[in-house]
């Protein structure tokens, strides 16, 4: 019998997109990484079983990696690993009960308001004329993380730029107006 070895990344620089595959060929992303310190494929290390997720880095990107053994080991030692870990878990199931009722609850242009704070304020940095996300996003990623076509993604950034809320440049966004993106939320 084959032995698997199974191993976590943790990003010292760069991002991360974690997506998964459809039974028909369409790739569903699920989060973005991006900050140093941000760890993926954590759960095949817990459990042994296949992976639940694929990864792809977006750009330049530099990854630490550890081993399953040497990850219990860790946490054997340092209790207080074991904590923080559990902490990152729970954070990940609070996200994804938000995302799924996004997808169940709302339409496309407040599921990407939505996803806008979130990244401004994940990778936000604050400039003059309002919060810079400090991520290149292309429209397909974007419609991929709230669930939406291509097409439906970019027909709401062109009316959430229309309405000033926010500035697209190149594949970045800046936020504007997030108060008006958090009203969207709730309309």
Known sequence: MR????????????????FINGLDGSETSVILFGKPGD????LAMIDGLTRSASAVALGETVLYTMSRESFRQQMRQFPQLALNFMKILSQRVRYNTRQVDSLATMGVPQRLARKLLELAQDYGRVENSGVFID?????????????ATRESTN?????????????????????????ALRVQVTA
């Open 155 to 179: 027909k709401s950034l062109r009316e959430f730029r229309k309405q000033g809320w926010i500035r697209l440049d190149s594949g970045q966004i800046s936020i504007l107006d997030p108060d």
């Open 39 to 42: 760890i993926f494929g954590e």
């Open 135 to 147: 991520m290149s996003l292309t429209q397909t990623n974007l419609a991929s993380l709230i669930g």
């Open 3 to 18: 032995k698997r070895h199974f191993a976590s990344s943790i990003i010292k620089s760069g991002q991360v997109r974690i």
